[in-house]
């Protein structure tokens, strides 16, 4: 089933995570004993469904604003049985207000609205809770701002830049950034 994930997202171009990224997502969640997840972006529910799959007692909560992608993520969360651990629901997750609080929050949704997801979320982490975002090196264009020739390419691109020098100059969060998958960043607050 997982790989019938996979094959429906190669084949409709949905951007799920890498396989050395959510292999790292993966480890970090079973090393940190990591239970209650939120996450910014759910597409087919593939990265939510590797996450719940580490143990039998996490929770994962995900947002998806996109309509047809929310329902084949419920198709698939039920066919492998997770619906009492995976709560997806259907909204822009900038109009959403939650108020539980999580171990964990993964931010892979628009990667315009990074700096929004992160200070609109940050509130629903516990003392101990990590920020994780994906996409960071955005395909290798991170570092080629000025050589890319499609404009809002270069614009998103851009943006994705700000949100790393937000998180290098922010003062209550200190960010690790790691070169797996297609970049990710590990935010903690600070002591
Ligand atoms: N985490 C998934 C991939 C997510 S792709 C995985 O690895 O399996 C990013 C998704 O974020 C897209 O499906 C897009 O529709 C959704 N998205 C973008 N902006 C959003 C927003 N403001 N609120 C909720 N979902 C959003
Ligand atoms: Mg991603």
Redesign the pocket.
């Known amino acids: 089933m997982i790989n019938e994930i996979e094959k429906y997202?190669k084949d409709n171009n949905?951007?799920?995570?890498l396989k050395d990224g959510?292999e790292f997502l993966e480890e970090y969640i079973k090393k940190n004993n990591i239970k209650k997840i939120l996450?910014?972006?759910?597409?087919?529910?593939?990265?939510?469904i590797k996450m719940a799959l580490v143990s039998d007692d996490i929770r994962v909560t995900t947002?998806?604003?996109?309509k047809i992608?929310y329902e084949q993520a419920v198709y698939n969360i039920s066919k492998l049985n997770l619906n009492t651990r995976i709560k997806i629901i259907n909204?822009?997750?900038?109009n959403i207000n939650l108020t539980d609080e999580y171990d964990l929050i993964?931010i892979?949704?628009?990667k315009s609205?990074y700096i929004n997801f992160f200070k609109m979320f940050s509130k629903n982490l516990k003392d101990n809770g990590v920020i994780i975002s994906?996409n960071l090196n955005f395909h290798g264009y991170v570092n080629n701002v000025e050589q890319i020739k499609n404009r809002n390419l270069r614009q998103l691109v851009r943006k994705i830049n700000e949100y790393i020098n937000f998180l290098k100059n922010n003062e209550e969060f200190s960010t690790i950034f790691l070169n797996i998958g297609d970049g990710i960043g590990i935010s903690k607050q600070k002591k």
């Open positions: 997202a949905i951007p799920i995570m959510i996450e910014i972006g759910s597409a087919i529910g593939y990265s939510a947002i998806e604003k996109d992608r909204e822009d997750a900038l993964f892979d949704a628009a609205q994906d």
